[in-house]
């Protein structure tokens, strides 16, 4: 019984990511309520140039809220945030959200380096970073 569960498990992720087409994405699901935002960072190391689309995914994996396309030469950065106010209303609300990275193949995927924060909207401050997969 425990090798079924395990194989369950490992298929679910497998659909999962086969659902997501983003590619080397390793974010979590993301909750934020409507006095939060939550933001994707991504940097091209000193080695190279990194291109990406930068983006949000819903738990049905529907694309939510805008979307970047980036073409970072080296040591330059980029960030793509979404406001929680503009898909929660309620005060008691929150929304799981998908930092959501679809690399580009114009170039090799190790310059590019990523990360997700969730920062309260009122006083700025962060209270959530989570780092991506530290080669896109």
């Not at 369950?8 to 006095?35: D, E, H, K, R, W």
């Not at 970047?68 to 980029?78: F, I």
């Not at 793509?80 to 679809?102: C, D, H, M, W, Y």
Request: proline share 7%; glycine share 8%.
């Amino acid at each position: 019984m425990k090798y079924r569960s395990l194989a369950v498990v490992a298929f679910a992720f497998a659909l999962a990511n086969l659902a997501f087409g983003q590619g080397a994405t390793s974010f979590p699901m993301i909750g934020i309520t409507n006095a939060q935002s939550l933001q994707i960072n991504i940097a091209a190391d000193s080695t190279g140039s990194c291109a990406a689309e930068l983006g949000f995914q819903n738990s049905s994996v529907a694309p939510v809220g805008p979307t970047l396309s980036v073409n970072l030469a080296a040591g330059q950065s980029a960030s793509l945030a979404v406001n929680g106010s503009t898909l929660v209303k309620g005060f008691a609300q929150r929304i799981e959200l998908l930092p959501a990275i679809n690399p580009s193949t114009q170039y090799p995927p190790d310059p590019c380096h990523a990360s997700a924060e969730v920062f309260e909207n009122f006083l700025a401050n962060t209270t959530v970073v989570v780092e991506g997969n530290p080669d896109y």
